[in-house]
């Protein structure tokens, strides 16, 4: 039987992509929190993936950090073994990984349509697919958990807000949230469970300049009716959530974890 408290992860095991910053760091530390060893994929900078997971470490649980990029089909299958070799069969999978190259919509160019879709899109096909096939080998292990896996996307109130300007970030979010369902009608029949976060405005380097120019938290918190930019652990705790036996009858849907955002707060004063 899994542990008593459904929130516990104890004696599971946890990838998640880009866990070097941001969301997918906090992701990283509330599912050590909660018991996972977490092995701790990120593209560029190694140091602050260590630096990540020896912070796992400190909270008693087994970490590895391993390079790879998404968007790349040997990376991702070479970063899945690694994973596994150091910390044994996985049981959840966060595709957390993801960027964006804006631009006026006439003005964007192919390389940047192409960065962002496959990092963001192609990038979440890749990890999933992996991530089904080693839940698959793995088989059940009842004694951790209800299910056979676990699979959360991040990504973004974007796959339903249109964005001007980011017409390729919201097209790979839009694409996401078909593809994160879609998989989970296929595959939750085998006890593979798939979800998704939709953060809304989150204080990570993906927004950095946007918050630190001039007037522009201002302008960001005009968008979010809880009156505050989100923390990465607002984010983080949710995967954690969606990842443990406590959200076990939760099945393809996508969380919004954005404070209000996607509530046309436009309309607050009476339209
Ligand atoms: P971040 O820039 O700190 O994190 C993104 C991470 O993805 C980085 O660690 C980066 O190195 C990694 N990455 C980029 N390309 C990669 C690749 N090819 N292979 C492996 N790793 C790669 O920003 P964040 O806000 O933490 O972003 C995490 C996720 O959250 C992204 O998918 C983003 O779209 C989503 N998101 C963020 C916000 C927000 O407001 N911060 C809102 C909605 C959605």
Same mark, same amino acid.
């Given at each position: 039987?899994?542990?008593?408290?459904?929130?516990?992860?104890?004696?599971?095991?946890?990838?998640?992509?880009?866990?070097?910053?941001?969301?997918?760091?906090?992701?990283?530390?509330? @599912?050590?929190?909660?018991?996972?060893?977490?092995?701790?994929?990120?593209?560029?900078?190694?140091?602050?993936?260590?630096?990540?997971?020896?912070?796992?470490?400190?909270?008693?649980?087994?970490?590895?950090?391993?390079?790879?990029?998404?968007?790349?089909?040997?990376?991702?299958?070479?970063? +899945?073994?690694?994973?596994?070799?150091?910390?044994? /069969?996985?049981?959840?999978?966060?595709?957390?990984?993801?960027?964006? =190259?804006?631009?006026? +919509?006439?003005?964007?160019?192919?390389?940047?349509?192409?960065?962002?879709?496959?990092?963001?899109?192609?990038?979440?096909?890749?990890?999933?697919?992996?991530?089904?096939?080693? +839940?698959?080998?793995?088989?059940?292990? /009842?004694?951790?958990?209800?299910?056979?896996?676990? @699979?959360?996307?991040?990504?973004?109130?974007?796959?339903?807000?249109?964005?001007?300007?980011?017409?390729?970030?919201?097209?790979?979010?839009?694409?996401?949230?078909?593809?994160?369902?879609?998989?989970?009608?296929?595959?939750?029949?085998?006890?593979?469970?798939?979800?998704?976060?939709? /953060?809304?405005?989150?204080?990570?380097?993906?927004?950095?300049?946007? =918050?630190?120019?001039?007037?522009?938290?201002?302008?960001?918190?005009?968008?979010?009716?809880?009156?505050?930019?989100?923390? /990465?652990?607002?984010?983080?705790?949710?995967?954690?959530?969606?990842?443990?036996?406590?959200?076990? !009858?939760?099945?393809?849907?996508?969380?919004?974890?954005?404070?209000?955002?996607?509530? !046309?707060?436009?309309?607050?004063?009476?339209?």
């Amino acid at each position: 039987m899994a542990s008593s408290d459904p929130h516990s992860l104890s004696g599971q095991t946890a990838l998640v992509t880009g866990g070097s910053s941001g969301i997918g760091r906090a992701a990283c530390l509330e @599912l050590a929190r909660a018991g996972a060893d977490v092995a701790v994929n990120y593209h560029g900078s190694q140091d602050a993936a260590e630096e990540a997971a020896a912070a796992i470490r400190a909270l008693g649980r087994r970490a590895i950090a391993v390079q790879g990029d998404v968007g790349s089909e040997g990376d991702v299958a070479a970063m +899945f073994d690694e994973a596994e070799n150091a910390l044994g /069969p996985l049981d959840i999978v966060v595709s957390n990984a993801g960027l964006q =190259r804006d631009a006026k +919509f006439a003005e964007m160019t192919l390389d940047d349509w192409d960065t962002v879709i496959r990092t963001n899109l192609t990038g979440g096909f890749l990890v999933a697919r992996e991530a089904v096939r080693r +839940f698959r080998k793995k088989g059940r292990r /009842p004694e951790t958990s209800r299910a056979l896996g676990k @699979l959360i996307f991040d990504s973004s109130v974007h796959q339903r807000i249109p964005w001007a300007f980011h017409v390729n970030y919201a097209a790979s979010k839009g694409g996401l949230k078909i593809l994160m369902e879609s998989i989970a009608q296929e595959v939750a029949v085998e006890g593979i469970r798939v979800n998704a976060v939709a /953060p809304g405005a989150i204080a990570t380097d993906i927004n950095k300049l946007e =918050r630190e120019k001039a007037g522009g938290l201002e302008a960001m918190l005009q968008l979010i009716p809880h009156g505050r930019v989100g923390d /990465p652990e607002d984010v983080g705790r949710v995967i954690a959530f969606l990842a443990s036996d406590a959200s076990d !009858y939760i099945v393809g849907q996508t969380l919004f974890v954005d404070g209000g955002m996607a509530l !046309y707060p436009g309309f607050r004063g009476n339209g």
